[in-house]
């Protein structure tokens, strides 16, 4: 509905702003001139951002697809020893490195991995911050209270909260293992037993995904005119009907940006695993997105060409991701 | 016999189903605040409590003079302030700018730039570090605020300027014609009349771009090296390695950390709900 109608507006305003620019241009304006004269303001407007991330993003994506065709590691890249320049000396070795990631099996492991770890990431925090959110759209005595409480974690910077977990993860001294020796049940190596570690980053992930999913909802759900449900009531419609025909529909345009997207960074999410812990123990925690940092900055010696072309396969894994996802979206008539 | 259904009027509910809602909710709530509560807690135990279960029992500001006093802290602060500073004024600006563009006017390269917006988000760090890493080198940005600035730009704007879009979608373009007529040029609607009335969308966006600077630790310990010119996640981070036992004064580093975050956080979390739908909805 939202989607129509902003359309709808835009386009209008769109055909405005090109009528009125036409009226002051020459009568026979060179092609390229008339769209200057037409556009310049929006593309002036625009231009900030495509020429920092043509740079910032461009250059380095070219690079970087460059880097993943040759064998470039620390000991034979450009590089400044005191006064000495030591040119590069990597070669170009075609789709060895693309050869070498999908014929291995640390790639097939880590990627099984971070589909579970988005899939389960994503669903819980959506469910989660649904559940919620329908209950804080309710009448209820302290609903500012509970709503601000519910957000705080947002507000915390994810590198402090993922710390604070670690304290509470500790497994000699931590609060979870004193809290269940109390209750006379045995430490759990949390962040140092493959199972629990993986438990353990879903739900340090999850604690920090729900806020933004909670207030995404909350604001789709306010966005659903109240005559809906008064009428599906006078109808008899049950609770559950009403969720089921008014409330997931009118969502559907929250909720599929906001999956899409959290899918999006919850596949590349760094900070949470290397922080909680490191990919280990062992690699039983490592993503895509870890692994492929360790390539570069933490093993020796450093692997920039394989490193690279982890990075390559990762983009393409989410653009095909990506535009799945939108077909299906598109196919069940979703604008955009 | 089975009792009569009680009647009740729209939005009411049994006192059970209160009781229930309540008790969920106060659930959520505590999960939700615990940890950063804690991290409150243990950072007024002296260092030999950090793991004590107890709330405090011996009260002491040790750890924070501590911090502040015998460690790089305040220069840590001093750099995320200036580096975080910049990046969401002009994060703010250049989102609000290209938003408008994009809901306002249709101009060849509007779809193109759509997409990169969207695709800019799926950028994983690992496959940009190096390049940019020679890059920042090469144009001798290394260990410089502004180097970091334009990193953190790229990584906020795409998704700012998309909030941004569906903000000034949903006021209506009656004003900016309005506007016209008086005689404003776009520049001139856009900056005295759909800026004001944008406010709670820009409140969001400096939220998220705030954060997005705050609490970067990737590029952050990448580009920045050097005591003296790390910014504060990257200052934490080699608080971890050098002082392993040290949880206290780590948990008042971490505090003094998140308290500005907790105090803009403050300052827009009424725009929150509004803000984000607009963008949520009508991207």
Known sequence: MAVDTSQSVAKAAGAHSARGRGRRTDKHPGRLRHALATHWYAWSMIAPVVIVIGVIIGYPLVRGVYLSLTDANEANVERTIGVNHIPATYEFVGLDNYKAVLTDSVFWDRLGWTLVWTVVCVALSFGLGLVLANMLNRKIKGRGFYRMALILPWAVPAFVSVFTWRLLFNERNGLFNKLLQGGGIDAIGWLNDPTWAKVSVIAVNVWLGVPFMLVAVLGGLQSIPGELYEAAEMDGASAWQRFRHITMPGLRPVASTVILLSAIWTFNMFPVIFLLTRGGPGDSTEILVTYAYRLSFVNSPRDYAASAAWGVVILLLLSVIAVVYRRALKKQGDQW | ?283
Not at chain 2, 66 to 90: A, C, M, P, R
């Open chain 2, 1 to 283: 016999m089975p009792t009569p259904r009680k009647v009740r009027a729209r939005g009411e509910r049994s006192p059970l189903a209160s009781v229930g809602l309540h008790l969920t909710l106060i659930v959520a709530a505590v999960i939700a605040v615990f940890p950063p509560l804690w991290l409150v807690v243990t950072s007024f135990k002296p260092k030999t409590d950090a793991f004590d279960t107890h709330l405090v029992k011996n009260f002491t500001l040790g750890n924070y003079t501590h911090v502040i006093k015998d460690t790089e802290f305040l220069t840590w602060l001093g750099n995320s302030l200036i580096v975080v500073g910049l990046t969401t004024v002009i994060g703010v600006f250049i989102s609000a700018t290209t938003g408008y563009a994009v809901s306002r006017f249709r101009f060849p390269g509007l779809r193109p730039l759509m997409w990169m917006l969207l695709i800019t988000q799926m950028f994983p760090v690992a496959i940009l570090i190096v390049p940019l890493y020679n890059l920042l080198a090469g144009l001798g940005l290394l260990n410089q605020p502004v180097g970091l600035v334009v990193t953190y730009l790229t990584v906020a704007v795409p998704f700012c300027a998309w909030m941004m879009k569906g903000y000034f979608d949903g006021i209506p373009v009656e004003i900016d014609e309005a506007g016209r007529v008086d005689g404003l040029n776009p520049f001139g609607t856009f900056w005295r009349l759909i800026m004001p009335l944008a406010k709670p969308g820009l409140a969001v966006t400096a939220f998220y771009t705030f954060i997005t600077g705050w609490a970067e630790v990737a590029y952050a310990s990448a580009f920045m090296t050097g005591e003296e010119n790390l910014t504060l996640a990257g200052g934490l981070q080699s608080f971890v390695n050098q002082y392993t036992a040290e949880w206290g004064s780590l948990t008042a580093a971490a505090v003094l950390i998140a308290a500005p975050a907790a105090v803009v956080f403050g300052l827009v979390q009424r725009h929150l709900v509004s803000g984000l739908t607009a963008g949520a909805t009508k991207s």
